[in-house]
């Protein structure tokens, strides 16, 4: 890659890839994205390190949309075992644990259906994005059992068109090449944070949702 930076090329020379080394400066503008999300457009996902993870869980699959189908698959087997296990009286951790291993005994199912469909990208997934996405389940639940089913359904979509935005700008190549030759530029994403951390206007979400009464007001 060309024009790399001084600083970019010290890491690599330590034996730093190279990949590492981007992902890890990109991962300030993905948190400002998501910020930027919760803040100013009104989408609130599960936090801020849930849709950061997913989005490099995304990177680190073959394609995309095998990616989409892993995260969409754990959500609705998560929504499954809820019901399933609502009859019986057992502790949250325990039920937890009995989802998680229902999903991943799933997801090996899908991954092995991959395979015998010659989707082999879909078979070829990794551990690292499966278990990522697995680790979704606990805060899907704990939103289940706090705010139902619908929270928790649109909470999950919401991390879904988060982590897919996020994706798309880390794919970016002017964005990558712009940070190998420049990596102070993700310095930038300080000022903005300060920014977002004192807005106090209303969110895109609150003007579709009152519109009506902002109408009133004009």
């Known amino acids: 890659m060309d024009n790399i930076s001084p600083i970019i090329s010290f890491f690599v020379r330590q034996g730093v890839p190279l990949e590492t080394v981007i992902l890890l400066l990109i991962l300030p503008i993905i948190v400002t994205l998501i910020a930027f999300f919760r803040q100013v457009v009104g989408i609130k996902a599960f936090g801020i390190y849930t849709p950061a993870i997913v989005t ?11 990616g989409v189908i892993v995260f969409i698959s754990v959500i609705l087997v998560g929504m499954l075992m809820r019901v399933a296990l609502k009859g019986l009286r057992i502790l949250y951790l325990p039920r937890v644990a009995i989802t998680l291993s229902v999903i991943a005994f799933s997801i090996l199912m899908l991954l092995a259906l991959g395979g015998y469909m010659q989707r082999t990208g879909l078979a070829s997934v990794t ?20 705010k139902g089913n619908k929270a928790a359904v649109i909470l999950a979509i919401e991390t879904l068109v988060i ?14 090449r712009g940070i190998v030759a420049f990596p102070w530029m993700i310095l930038i994403t300080i000022p903005i944070n300060i920014f977002l951390g004192k807005w106090d206007g209303l969110r895109l979400t609150e003007y579709v949702r009152f519109k009506d009464v902002l109408k009133n007001l004009k």
């Open 56 to 66: 490099f869980a995304f990177l680190a699959v073959p394609q995309l949309r095998y």
């Open 163 to 176: 982590s897919l935005a996020g994706y798309y700008l880390a794919s970016w190549p002017l964005l990558i």
């Open 127 to 146: 551990i690292f994005p499966i278990l990522i996405m697995i680790t979704i389940v606990e805060k899907f639940v704990v939103v289940q059992i706090e």
